[in-house]
């Protein structure tokens, strides 16, 4: 039997794989993890449906704080802004908590268990931030709709409605603005990822994806997608596949990265923990 880690090719990079990571204090575990985040020093953020809900790991796992206890009923999604805010999505509570990366909250979205059919919100599942500040809702569980507040938490604008056409969504799960402005969304029921102009306008559509379940976009420009056949994909900005492996054991519900190159996975139960991929060396295909 092998005891080396595992090692992935995701395009032309070879990852060893680092499972579990995070090391929890004698006695307890990471239990019901839900997503993962990455700030910009490279502490790692866990959201997890269990007390103390978010969890902050340095990079090599030493576990540096916890917090959130009793303020969340549904835990899953969490984003982390350019300036280190971190977004908490309670999905079945129906609302976002905007926090200080110590935890103390600055800004709500949403009225706890008031779900609001077609407005926001109902159910969200993820969020993101555009380059002027503004919040991006994917109200993917009870409402197909995407919703735009400032920075202030004022409502913006909404776009969508349930089906399979242009704009339309079925669960709209994850969502990321990349370096260009647009809008990426996990249309995960339509098992595709729809790209949208900063208008929230549909621009075109990524397939080859089975229940695309998160989204984030690395340094050079590449989109790295999960999806539940259990693999993470690599596409370029216009939707070239790069790369794909299997990194998860059954799917990764979220995905991030650090400044490293390092990707994060956030695995479900009865999983239940983060997994590091380390990045080793560029694969040439030269033997």
Known sequence: MFQDPPVVCLGTTLYRIERPFGRMPSGQS?????QVAVDSSGRVFVFRRADPPVLVFAPDGTLLDSWGEGRFADPHGIAVTPDDRIILVDRDAHFLS??????????????????????????PSDAAVD?????????????????????EGRHLESFGSPGDGPGQFSTPH????????????????NHRVQVLDSAGRFITEWRDLYKP?????DAEGGILVTDQISRLSRFSPDGMLLGR??????????????S??????????????????????QDTGHP
């Open 260 to 281: 490293d190159g390092a990707l994060y996975l956030a695995e479900l139960p009865p999983i239940d923990r983060i997994a590091k991929l380390v990045p080793l060396f």
């Open 98 to 123: 905007v926090c200080t990366p110590g935890g103390e909250e600055i800004l709500r979205l949403g009225t706890p268990h008031r779900p609001r059919h077609g407005a926001p919100l109902n159910h």
């Open 174 to 189: 994850g969502i990321w603005i990349d370096r260009q402005g647009r809008v990426l969304v996990a249309d995960r029921e």
């Open 131 to 151: 380059r002027s500040g503004n919040i991006w809702i994917a109200d993917g569980y009870g409402n197909a709709r995407l919703h735009v507040f400032d920075a």
């Open 30 to 34: 990471m239990h019901e993890v839900s």
């Open 213 to 217: 379940m998160d989204i984030w976009e």
């Open 245 to 258: 492996c299997r990194a998860a054991i059954i799917y990764a519900h979220g995905v991030w990265g650090d």
